[in-house]
Each structure stands twice: as structure tokens, then as C-alpha cells.
Nanobody
Framework: QVQLVESGGGLVQAGGSLRLSCAASGRTSSTYTMGWFRQAPGKEREFVATITWGAGGTYYADSVKGRFTISGSNAKNTVYLQMNSLKPEDTAVYYC?????????????????WGQGTQVTVSS
């Protein structure tokens, strides 16, 4: 099992920044890809960004490209999501996820482990 704990959410004004963190523990050797997803009230969970350790690189949803940056350390079992130029439509619960997928990393079904989520609220 892998446990994921998110932190760093909060309330910020439009145009501001937040940095989310996700700490992984347990059998982290069984995960190769980590991602961030978000879910706004009344909407389905949607992909935000993903990072694959090694040569897999990063990948972003079009809605956050150029504003959000995913990074992390496999050795430290931690992944971050730096969010800049936040917009009210970024308001959602943000979830950290981990899995072994090397393809279709935008798909929630490809991830085996999920955190509890952290609330991000952007006021206009």
C-alpha cells in the first residue's frame, strides 16, 4: 500500500499563487507516476498534471499549461504543484495520485492510490 497526504491548499485571490505538496509513504517503490487531479463542486474529477520518474517527464492539462508546474523528488517521495496566476475556475479539491502508468497518464483510472484531497479556493 501507498499512502498519500496533500497539503498547501487554502484561500487566495485571483492572480495569486499556491504550492501544493504531496508526501508519499509505504510501498513507494511500486509507483512510477504521480499526478494531480481536481474536482470542483458538481463536476467530474479532472486531470491537472503528471510527472513520471526517470525519462517520462511531465504533462499538463491545457487549462493549466503555462501557469502550473509539477515537480518532485523520487528519493524524497514528494511531489509538488506550483500554481501561479490562479483563476476562480481553478477552485476545487485537489487530489494527489500515484501509480505505475506510463501511458494515458491523464486518466484517473490509471492511478492506484489517492490522497484525501486539499481545498483550493480562488476568490475573484
Amino acid at each position: 500500500q501507498v499512502q498519500l497526504v496533500e497539503s498547501g491548499g487554502g484561500l487566495v485571490q485571483a492572480g495569486g499563487s499556491l504550492r501544493l505538496s504531496c508526501a508519499a509513504s509505504g510501498r513507494t517503490s511500486s509507483t512510477y507516476t504521480m499526478g494531480w487531479f481536481r474536482q470542483a463542486p458538481g463536476k467530474e474529477r479532472e486531470f491537472v498534471a503528471t510527472i513520471t520518474w526517470g525519462a517520462g517527464g511531465t504533462y499538463y492539462a491545457d487549462s493549466v499549461k503555462g501557469r502550473f508546474t509539477i515537480s518532485g523528488s523520487n528519493a524524497k517521495n514528494t511531489v509538488y504543484l506550483q500554481m501561479n496566476s490562479l483563476k476562480p475556475e481553478d477552485t476545487a479539491v485537489y487530489y494527489c495520485a500515484a501509480g505505475m502508468a506510463l501511458r494515458d497518464r491523464w486518466a484517473a483510472a490509471k492511478y492506484d492510490y489517492w490522497g484525501q484531497g486539499t481545498q483550493v479556493t480562488v476568490s475573484s
